[in-house]
């Protein structure tokens, strides 16, 4: 399994996540009424043999090495970068008190 490296996406990502955004319920239009997204920058971990144009072509996928046919259930991997940070923000703040009722 090759290594995954971060990469920080361009323009595309950001209008890709905005568009993705505005299908949504009542979540994403919360965010999209708290936040500027296209201010924000999008962040992803691919493998690092993909490169920066591939990674912001988002009409083909294969970026990520297929499963084998054993496989039935990727392992999730924790990230709790949100929970660290995310009730600290304006967004995060909001967000948890909308779970909450």
Do not use: Q
């Amino acid at each position: 399994m090759s290594a995954f490296k971060e990469i920080e996406l361009g323009t595309e990502a950001v209008t890709f996540v905005t568009e993705s955004l505005k299908f949504g319920e009542t979540l994403s239009k919360l965010v999209l009424e708290v936040i500027d997204v296209k201010r924000g920058r999008v962040v992803t971990k691919l493998p690092s043999n993909v490169d920066e144009k591939a990674a912001n072509d988002f009409k083909s996928g294969g970026k990520l090495p297929r499963l084998s046919s054993g496989i039935t259930n990727p392992e999730p991997v924790p990230n709790t970068d949100f929970f660290c940070y995310g009730s600290r923000t304006a967004v995060g703040r909001r967000v948890f008190g909308f779970v909450r009722r």
